[in-house]
C-alpha cells in the first residue's frame, strides 16, 4: 500500500488531468509521461527538459509532466514525487535518481503497478528500470584528468573537489578522475580529494575557499559537476586567483563559457543533457509501443577548451537550444 495522503492524490489528479491527459492514453493512441529531474534551476536540468518535450512534439501522442525537488538533495521530495506520479498512473516515468539506493523501492513499486522507468543521467541500483540513457560518467573524469596531466607535462599540485556521497554520476566521475591521474601522471601529488562541495554553488564556494586557504600551493583544480565548478570559480574570483591557478571543471553556463573565453577556466568537460531528455523519452516510447530499443545510451561526452570553444560542435554543446521553454 503507498503511503501517499488522499489529499495530495487528489491535488495531484487535478492539475494532471488539467494538462489534457485524458483516457486515450489507454487504447495506447496517447501516452502521458513523468519527467523527474533532480532539480530545476540548473541550465543542465533545462537542457534535458528541452530535450524530452522535443522528442514528444516529434513523436506525436505525448504529453510531458515536468516536475522536480527544489533542493538537488531532497531525496525524500523526489521519491515523494515519484509516488505521486504513480499514483496518478501516468504511462512512464524518466527520472534521474539523486540517489542510487534511495530511489529503489518507489522505482520497483511503479514497476509493480505497470509503469515504467527509464534513467537518465544519473544510474540505479538493482534492475527495475527499463533503460539508462547518460554519459559515460567515468569517461569523463578520464577525459579531465589526462588534459590536466598532459598540460601539466605530469606534474604539479592538485585538488580534486568532490561533490556528494551519495551522487553516483559525480562519485563516477570522480573515480574515473583518480584512477588516471594515480595510474598515468603519478609525478602530479594530490593534495586533496576527500571534500565534498555539496549540491549547492553556495556550499562549494565555502569548500573551496577553505581548500584555498589550506592549499595555497594548489597548481590545479578539478570539479566534476556544475554547481561545484561556479561555486570554485567565484572563490578563485574573489581571490585573484582566477586564471593563475589552472581550473577544469564540468558542465557548462553563460557565466562558465565566459570564464572559459576569458581563461579564468581551462577546460570544461561537457555532456549532453539535451540528448539524456530526448532519447530518455524516445526510449520510453519505444518501449511503450514494444518497439526495439536500447537498455543503455551512451549520450556522450567531450571537452571544451579555449582553442576549441568556437567549433560548431563544441558551441552546440555549449549553448543547447532551449527556446522550446518560453
Known sequence: MRKISLIICCAFFVSFLSCGCDSSKKSGEKFTIAVIPMGTTHEFWKSIHAGALTAAQELGGVDIIWKGPLKED??????????????????????????????????????????????????????????????????????????????????GKLILVRVSEADATTIQREAGFLDTIKSKFPGIEILSDNQYAGVTTETAYRTCENLLNRYSKVEVIFTPNESSTFGCLRALQDRGLAGKIMFVGFDSTEKLIEAMKTREIQGLVIQNPFNMGYYGVKTTVAYLRNEPYEKRVDTGVLLATPENMNNPEIIKLLSPDLSILE
Open 74 to 155: 531532497d531525496r525524500e521530495e523526489q521519491i515523494q514525487i515519484v509516488e505521486t506520479f504513480i499514483a496518478a498512473d501516468v504511462d512512464a516515468i524518466v527520472l534521474s535518481p539523486m540517489d542510487d539506493r534511495a530511489l529503489i523501492r518507489p522505482v520497483r513499486e511503479a514497476k509493480d503497478f505497470g509503469i515504467p522507468t527509464v534513467l537518465v543521467n544519473s544510474g540505479l541500483q538493482g534492475d527495475y528500470h527499463v533503460s539508462y540513457v547518460a554519459t559515460e560518467n567515468y569517461n569523463g573524469g578520464v577525459l579531465g584528468a589526462e588534459y590536466i596531466g598532459k598540460t601539466l607535462n605530469g606534474k
